[in-house]
């Protein structure tokens, strides 16, 4: 069987430590695209001279335009740029500046991508990530089952990563899904969160886990807190699962922004959702029963997604 191909687009942190991770687990042939000249070339390279090491056994090319990325059965885009301060006026770009920044690089990304990868399903990571995955639909043209957002496998990680470090287990016995928009608003579902089947409220004071889930919904801002940039490394594990799921056809449920039509009583609207991930991309979406406290969750952060997709003038 012909090799599997995963283009990558946006060879910074988050993209080069996709790379990095797909090709550690003999993924896919990897192709990273930058604008800048030099940087996923030099990123590849460097991955190549680590397979003798790692021992993974395929190709990871860099390249500065997309003829290169034909024929990819994923396409991963992280390209965008990030919230900083303007060196020169020392101001930071409003949030619907930054929107529209974000909006440009991804739209034209997604227009090239779509040329060259016509039946490729798209993995969505620049941010802001709901709006985002609105824009590569719009621009790509692809039906919405072949354009899905990395959201929810993030939060859902970080989420689960806090319960493990308070309870002293391993993270392997946590069990939880986080649902709605990747922001503050995002919605930790406590109720459906088990320790080895055991609901972790047994486990758990309440005040405890509400301050877990207090630290899942800020916990972009705490690594930036820390070390002045966007994290990388949970944010690649979460889409290089994703990219799992799809080109092994795992059928993973994997809480993920997804285009709801209808589900959850949405229509038209990118919100994270458990999804079944397979060959054929989003192969279904699971409704779960939501109680009135979590519909009312979900709602603030549907408003919140709204908010933001409505800068984008579509
Ligand atoms: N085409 C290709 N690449 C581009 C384009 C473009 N039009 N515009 C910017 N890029 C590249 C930049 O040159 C940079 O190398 O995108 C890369 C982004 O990398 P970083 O700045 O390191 O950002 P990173 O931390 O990887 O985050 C990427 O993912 O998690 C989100 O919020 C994050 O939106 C951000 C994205």
Redesign the pocket.
């Known amino acids: 069987m012909a090799r599997k191909k995963v283009s990558v687009?946006?060879?910074?942190?988050?993209?080069a430590t996709c790379a990095h991770w797909i090709a550690t687990r003999e993924l896919a042939d990897v192709v990273l695209?930058?604008?800048?000249e030099g940087?996923p070339q030099g990123k590849a390279l460097d991955l190549m001279e680590s397979a003798p090491v790692m021992k993974f056994d395929l190709s990871i090319t860099g390249s500065n335009t997309y003829e290169a990325t034909a024929g990819s059965d994923v396409v991963v885009i992280?390209?965008?740029?990030?919230r900083r301060k303007d060196p020169v006026t020392g101001k930071y770009p409003s949030r619907d500046e930054l929107v529209k920044t974000?909006q440009k690089?991804v739209g034209?990304?997604a227009r090239n991508v779509a040329q060259h990868s016509p039946n490729a399903i798209l993995i969505i990571?620049?941010?802001p990530l709901d709006a985002m995955c609105h824009v590569a639909l719009q621009e790509s043209g692809f039906p919405s089952a072949r354009v899905i957002g990395q959201a929810g496998a993030l939060d859902t990680a970080r989420y689960k990563a806090f319960i493990a470090m308070e309870l002293g287990i391993s993270v392997r016995d946590v069990h939880g899904i986080v649902l709605g928009g990747h922001g503050d608003q995002m919605v930790p579902l406590p109720r459906h969160t088990s320790i080895a089947g055991i609901p972790v409220r047994e486990l758990m004071a309440e005040d405890t886990l509400q301050a877990i889930i207090q630290r899942t919904r800020k916990g972009g801002g705490e690594i930036v807190g820390l070390i002045g940039?966007?994290?990388?490394y949970a944010?690649a594990a979460g889409t290089v699962e994703m990219v799992e799921a799809i080109i092994r056809d795992q059928k993973r449920i994997i809480p993920s922004a997804v285009l709801l039509n209808g589900e959850y009583g949405y229509n038209d609207l990118y919100i994270g959702v458990p999804a079944v991930l397979g060959e054929n991309g989003v192969e279904k979406v699971i409704e779960m029963e939501l109680n009135e406290e979590e519909k009312g969750m979900l709602q603030i952060s549907a408003e919140a997604v709204k908010s933001v997709v409505d800068i984008l003038g579509y």
């Open positions: 687009i946006g060879a910074g942190n988050v993209g695209v930058d604008i800048v940087l992280t390209a965008g740029v990030p974000n690089i034209e990304v990571v620049s941010n940039v966007s994290a990388w944010p």
